[in-house]
Nanobody
């Protein structure tokens, strides 16, 4: 088990920034690839960004490329999602997830956090 707790969500104006954090418990965090996903009501959860266990590889959805940055601090058991130039369509519940290898699939991750709400006002 890898308990994950997201934080950092909130309300921001369009064009603004937020940084999400995902804190993990346990000693095995550094062995997992980590991903961020988001989900709007009534829609499927969609991939946002992922990072390899070492942090050397990252992968982004086209919709956030150039605006969002994923990073991790294995010493602090935390993964981050820096979100800049936010748009109203970025408003969703954001989830972090831990998996074996870096990938963009929902079923490619084994452990999930409870989510944090991001609201973007126009």
């Amino acid at each position: 088990q890898v308990p994950l707790v997201e934080s950092g969500g909130g309300l921001v104006q369009a064009g603004g920034s937020l940084r999400l954090s995902c804190a993990a418990s346990g000693r095995t965090f550094s062995s997992y690839a980590m991903g961020w996903f988001r989900q709007a009501p009534g829609k499927e959860r969609e991939f946002v960004a992922a990072i390899s266990w070492s942090g050397s590889n990252t992968y982004y959805a086209d919709s956030v490329k150039g605006r969002f940055t994923i990073s991790r601090d294995n010493a602090q058991n935390t993964v981050y999602l820096q979100m800049n130039s936010l748009k109203p369509e970025d408003a969703d519940v954001y989830y972090c997830a831990a998996g074996g290898i870096i990938n963009a699939k929902n079923d490619g991750y084994h452990y999930w956090g409870q989510g944090t709400q991001v609201t973007v006002s126009s």
